[in-house]
């Protein structure tokens, strides 16, 4: 092969690697050292292979997943909404006459001002009265009450007179279902506050 044909081949190769702007990736080769105020001495980690590496980076993904749903779902009010949701669902599927229903104590904190308390407990040991009322009337008779939203629906259907009779109960679902909303709403105009 001539020289003025290698060096024709030579020329080309070079424009057009400034074209298409390839870059070329080095293998192992030298890697750029840290400087002297963050290096503690020693050498960098290397990662036998791909599989090694991106083990690593799956796993710290996983692990930042999970702790974010832990620090999602373990805050303070929502065990104080599942500790309304086990009261009014303890007590709604209790047999009639039962002593009282005890309260929790963040319930009691959170809501002493809204509620009577005594008022509720007298309420919620009244509560069953309601379950029974509606299967009375119902075509399907409910054995058990698994959801609040059953509870709302039957003291909906019952009319204001049950309301009223269990006012603190309702009340306290009134403030059950807002809970929600009001966190929900919080969160949403963060999002839409923060800088993309």
Request: hydrophobic share 35%.
């Amino acid at each position: 092969m001539p020289a003025s044909s290698v060096e024709g081949v030579q020329e080309k190769v070079v424009t057009a690697q400034g074209l298409c702007h390839i870059t070329f990736l080095h293998g192992t080769g030298s890697r750029r050292r840290a400087p002297c105020r963050y290096d503690d001495g020693e050498a960098a980690h290397q990662w036998k292979d791909p599989e090694e590496y991106y083990r690593s980076q799956f796993l710290e993904v996983i692990d930042l997943l999970t702790s974010e749903l832990t620090r999602r779902f373990d805050q303070p009010t929502l065990h104080l909404l599942k500790n309304i949701e086990n009261v009014v669902l303890t007590a709604v599927n209790s047999s009639p006459g039962c002593v009282s229903i005890s309260i929790p104590k963040n319930v009691v904190d959170m809501y002493t001002g809204d509620v009577d308390m005594e008022r509720l407990s007298t309420q919620l040991s009244m509560f069953p009265a309601v379950l029974r009322a509606h299967n009375s009337s119902a075509e399907t008779p409910i054995r058990r009450v698994t959801k609040v939203s059953t509870i709302v629906d039957m003291l909906a259907t019952q009319g204001g007179g049950t309301q009223s009779l269990f006012s603190e109960v309702d009340r306290l679902l009134r403030l059950y279902l807002t809970v929600p909303m009001s966190n929900a709403t919080a969160e949403q105009s963060y999002v839409r506050a923060t800088p993309k």
